[in-house]
């Protein structure tokens, strides 16, 4: 089953403008991460924010939590046609020694030049 | 630095075969996961592995099997082949577990006829 679930699933925008990815989850994380992928291709770690972590930043990229309403968002500012991908949060469920990531559906943005 | 490589790319099997799907992780890294990604979905958790023994199982039947080897490449076995099982397998890696980014290779492409 998938727990995140990216908002929204298909995003267009033009070069230059920023990008607002949500996610929501249902139980409790060890962390949240989030994806890249680009069409056919394997998934490039982005950014990757603790439990305890309320924002993070990665260059273009703002990652921010809220554990209390179990959501998490990606910015990406001033964005580039190279951006275009489908982009996915997934939570890491760690118990007990195994760990897994969790995907959601993901948002597939697609950046205009 | 050669990243997660995975064999072959590409695959075309028929129903009640069987498969086996290569990984060779990052060098370093001990901790090697499967996952399966249908088309217009996120990847679901398949089965992970460290220092050679299995972590964390996810809901998929027993006709997935996967072994970890002393150098840490890994193999995913499916078989029984059903046309459901069509879809790309992603190999991913990290140096352990736990609040770990994960490193993907590009995947192998399963299609079944």
């Known amino acids: 089953s998938q727990q995140g679930e990216e908002d929204p699933q298909a995003l267009s925008i033009q070069e230059g403008e920023n990008a607002t990815m949500n996610c929501s989850y249902k139980?409790?994380?060890?962390?949240l991460q989030w994806y890249r992928q680009n069409s056919g291709r394997g998934l490039v770690h982005l950014i990757l924010?603790?439990?305890?972590?309320r924002e993070k930043h990665s260059g273009r990229l703002r990652v921010t939590l809220d554990t209390s309403k179990k959501s998490s968002s990606l910015l990406i500012t001033a964005s580039r046609a190279a951006d275009t991908a489908s982009y996915f949060c997934?939570?890491?469920?760690?118990?007990?020694?195994?760990?897994?990531?969790?995907f959601g559906k993901g948002t597939k943005l697609t950046v205009n030049p | 630095d050669a990243g997660v490589t995975q064999s072959p790319t590409h695959l075309i099997k028929t129903r009640g075969q069987h498969v086996t799907l290569r990984c060779s992780p990052i060098?370093?890294?001990?901790?090697v996961s499967w996952y399966q990604q249908v088309l217009g979905q996120g990847p679901q958790f398949i089965f992970q592995?460290?220092?050679?023994?299995?972590?964390g199982r996810g809901n998929f039947p027993d006709r997935f099997s996967a072994r970890q080897f002393p150098n840490y490449s890994s193999e995913l076995n499916v078989n029984a082949l059903l046309l459901g099982d069509s879809a790309l397998y992603l190999c991913?890696?990290?140096?352990?577990?736990?609040?770990?980014?994960?490193?993907f290779g590009d995947g192998t492409r399963l299609s079944i006829l």
């Open positions: 991913a890696s990290s140096l352990a577990v736990g609040n770990q980014p994960q490193h």
């Open positions: 139980t409790s994380i060890n962390n």
């Open positions: 924010i603790r439990s305890n972590e």
């Open positions: 997934a939570t890491d469920e760690l118990r007990g020694g195994s760990e897994k990531l969790v």
């Open positions: 060098s370093g890294h001990k901790s």
């Open positions: 592995y460290y220092e050679k023994e299995e972590r």
